[in-house]
């Protein structure tokens, strides 16, 4: 259908007795028509055109309004979009530099500076990105050695270099370089003196809790902790059994961390497995066993030589 330019309703309707009409009128002329009736049949069929045309303006109005509220409806979802956009993309941004710069956006509560022994307390970066991603770490850096290297080595994040990380949930932040180095003088739990894993145990389950640890995990570290430190090995004299225990709780809390993640999951880490510690025990008693021969035999074969 042919789209109208004008409203029909506007039209009048001929004259058709007119002049302009006679050959129009002719032909509707009959032996039983006159011509008067001719144009008035030549009006009829006029009104009739005229209403259809009129019916067909209402309803081009009526669709170009709907087009006319279809297209506004667009557009004003279109600038939605653009302002959802925006808006997006200012809080990725703002997330990005909140990532950046994780300490300036950290809130402080409104409090007096409290009163402890430990406020001087300053524990690796390293170490404090590996508690906060859930992972193994050693006592070494709850130390009271760990932390003075931590001190010494000190510097300020602007005086550092930025590289890129893999965030908790995915994302790559750009953190210190010194969160992704280990301090060049870390000792392994192994060889800790029972005096520093002392320090170090209770230091790190309160870091654990501040870290966001479950509660659970950390009442089962806790009571690893505790069972290692009430257990006979560990305050025996026997040094055998003192370095048995000692490489018992690294080796125990390595395999807890790394089993976490796979698909049969971890365990009750705070149930000392006697029977492992006892294999321990074993292993390290051979090994000291062997050293102890192996020296001996050098000493004798020493002295076959002054005897020649």
């Known amino acids: 259908m042919d789209r109208l330019h004008s409203d029909p309703s506007l039209l009048l309707c001929p004259d058709f007795m007119d002049e302009t009409y006679r050959a129009s009128r002719?032909?509707?002329?009959?032996?039983?028509?006159?011509?008067?009736?001719?144009?008035?049949?030549?009006?009829?069929?006029?009104?009739?055109?005229?209403?259809?045309?009129?019916?067909?303006?209402?309803?081009?109005?009526?669709?170009?309004?709907?087009?006319?509220?279809?297209?506004?409806?667009?557009?004003?979802?279109?600038?939605?979009?653009?302002?959802?956009?925006?808006?997006?993309?200012?809080?990725?941004?703002?997330?990005?530099?909140?990532?950046?710069?994780?300490?300036?956006?950290?809130?402080?509560?409104?409090?007096p500076r409290p009163d402890s022994t430990d406020d001087e307390i300053l524990v690796s970066d390293f170490a404090l990105r590996k508690i906060e991603k859930g992972h193994y770490v050693e006592l070494y850096y709850w130390t009271n050695v760990g932390i003075q290297d931590a001190h010494s080595n000190y510097r300020t994040r602007d005086d550092e270099g930025m590289v890129p990380a893999v965030g908790l949930d995915g994302s790559t932040a750009w953190v210190s370089a010194a969160v992704g180095k280990p301090s060049s003088a870390v000792i392994a739990d192994r060889d800790l003196s029972t005096v520093a894993f002392a320090q170090a145990v209770p230091r790190m389950i309160a870091a654990l809790t501040a870290y966001s640890w479950t509660k659970q995990r950390v009442d089962m570290l806790?009571?690893?902790?505790?069972?290692?430190?009430?257990?006979?090995?560990?305050?025996?004299?026997?040094?055998?059994a003192q370095r048995a225990i000692l490489i018992y709780q690294e080796e125990q809390?390595?395999?807890?961390?790394?089993?976490?993640?796979?698909?049969?999951?971890?365990?009750?880490?705070?149930?000392?497995?006697?029977?492992?510690?006892?294999?321990?025990?074993?292993?390290?008693?051979?090994?000291?066993?062997?050293?102890?021969?192996?020296?001996?035999?050098?000493?004798?074969?020493?002295?076959?030589?002054?005897?020649f």
């Not at 279809?70 to 990725?92: G, V």
């Open 253 to 307: 809390r390595r395999a807890w961390h790394n089993a976490i993640p796979l698909a049969d999951g971890a365990w009750d880490i705070g149930i000392i497995d006697d029977a492992a510690l006892l294999r321990t025990y074993d292993r390290v008693f051979r090994s000291m066993r062997y050293l102890d021969l192996r020296d001996d035999h050098q000493v004798k074969f020493f002295f076959c030589l002054f005897e």
């Open 26 to 111: 002719t032909s509707f002329v009959t032996p039983t028509t006159s011509e008067i009736q001719a144009a008035d049949l030549l009006k009829i069929v006029w009104t009739t055109s005229n209403a259809a045309l009129r019916a067909q303006w209402q309803q081009q109005l009526a669709e170009d309004h709907r087009l006319a509220a279809e297209q506004q409806r667009l557009a004003e979802e279109e600038i939605i979009l653009q302002q959802r956009a925006i808006r997006l993309e200012e809080d990725a941004s703002k997330a990005d530099e909140k990532k950046k710069n994780r300490s300036k956006h950290l809130p402080i509560p409104m409090r």
């Open 222 to 240: 806790a009571s690893f902790w505790g069972g290692i430190l009430m257990h006979r090995y560990w305050n025996s004299t026997d040094t055998i």
